[in-house]
């Protein structure tokens, strides 16, 4: 009977049980009818009786023959139902790991083919470590077959150390350049029973030439590294060979260039690259130096500025503007003019020569250096050169020559004793002109080095200011010289007499050479904390703004017509400028040009350091 169950289908069961249900309940309903309004003689009630009995029998009958083998199939059913979710289950289970799997091949993919990956080795070892379910594992970098450096992952400082020195896999595969695997038993006070541990290195070789630049080191915990794994990882240092060396290459690249900004920065000369493939501009260290108010983004010594430029601003404190953008604008039309361009900036405080280089690739222009070289110092040799020229043959020739033809005439000539007497003087007058030239030039000189000998004392500069206003009036009646100074004050100061005298001789004989026409002059004495501020006033003629920042210099004259028949060395004003500075004192100028000058020249009180 349950093979016979067993041979038919569900709804067959089915079918029949539902029949064999229907045919008892049927049986038992007409049953209930006949006994419902106990009209049923006793002999029909035994009918019934029995007729009840054959349903409930034939009810259990049913259950138990077609039921027992119905459930029976269906528990076994059900049990392969089961067997069948769990492989399907472990199929899926194996789909997602490979989905895992395939998702970190891909990102490692990703990682070793993206630049910025290239500094980080620790992303490229982690992905390699997921992909192979391995439990820590390390990059190695090679170097002249040495290990250079390790990426660890989940790796000990300790074990780092160990596989870098100890490993003799790792040893093997450097000598062999293949790949090798090992397993080692490991018992330990930590784990209850003995555990294998299996360790796999692939050698990352340079294709070019054969060398080995890196390996990859796996280790996983009782499960070898199976072939298949084995060629992957071997694939995977392939392209982690490609991506080092491309790595080795944007390194060796990003040194260079900031080797090359380098080179740049310390050069001394003011540099523009207009580069005009990228269409875009860098300046070196000097450029923005000297122009540092434009706008750019400078980094540091190992990077040139990138440099917004604005011609118009460029050109704003250029003297020489319209020459100089229209030269700007060559270049940046790619048409860099072959001659230089000389300009100054802020009215002749700093000389440049400009020239224009041009940068070629491939036989086309690709961009132009703009060089912009200071020649400040150099100008002024060239100028004390000149200025040196005009003084001597104006300042040295004149007396000499007068030197020379009184001389000459006396010589020649038999003279009365009276005119005798004035050629001598006009000599003596002209040797003494010279004498002091000369010796302005020798001070200057040793000022300049250092070499000059001060006699340190206390000087009380209201009396030498009054010698000195004395001595000058003498000269001159066209002008009146004042002295504006509280008597009441100490202006004592440490000084060296001489020097002093000389400083303030020279201001005031500039003071009365430079007003012409005559008027007054003011000597003022002011006591302030620790220092006394001596001031020279005239009306005269004043000097230009543009002349103002080369007056102290050795040889400056300021050329125009007002002053050409005044005479002068252009040393005065350098002498003085150094003796005030070697009683560590500070010289300078107000003047308005037509109106008059104010030098004023501030003193310390004491020295600290005594100068021999
Ligand atoms: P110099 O022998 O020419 O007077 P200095 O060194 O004393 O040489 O002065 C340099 C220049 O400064 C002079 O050539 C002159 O043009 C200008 N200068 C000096 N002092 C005055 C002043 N008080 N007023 C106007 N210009 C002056």
Redesign the pocket.
Known sequence: MGKWVEQLNSRQILGILYGVCVMSLVLTATGAWFVRDNTVSPGELLTLRWIWMAGLVMFISAILLIGRPLINRMASQNERMRAKHEELEHVLQASKQNETKLQYRNELIEVLASKESLFDYSSVIEKIVLLTSAEFGALLLVKDGEISSVVPKEMTEEQQESLKTKSLLLKRVMISKLPAATSKKVADDLHEYPYYIYETVIPVMDPSDDKMIGCLYLARYDEQFDASEKSELNAFANQLAISLLRMRLYRQMQQDRKETAQLINSVREAILYLNYEEESVVGNRAFIRMFDDLQFDYQGYEELADVKIDIEQLAERVDQRDHFISYVEHVFDRKPPEEGLSISLDQGDCFLQVYAESIYRDGKLHGTMLVLRDVTAETEIDRMKSELVSTVSHELRTPLSSIYGFTELMLERDLKESRRELYLKTIHDEAKRLSFLVSDFLDLQKMEAGKQTFEWERVDLYELARDSIGFYQETTDAHHIHLDADSTQDFTIEADLEGMRQLLG??L???V???PDGGNVLVSLERLEGQVVMK?R?N????PSS?LPN??GKF????NSD?RK???????????KEIAKAHDGHLH?E?VYGE??T?ICELPTSKEVVHQ
């Open positions: 020279n201001l004989s500039n003071a050479k430079y007003s020279v005239d005269g003629i004043g000097i002349a007056l102290f400056y004259r300021v050329d002053r005044i005479g002068g060395t252009g040393l005065g004003l350098a002498i003085c100028v003047s008059g000058s030098f």
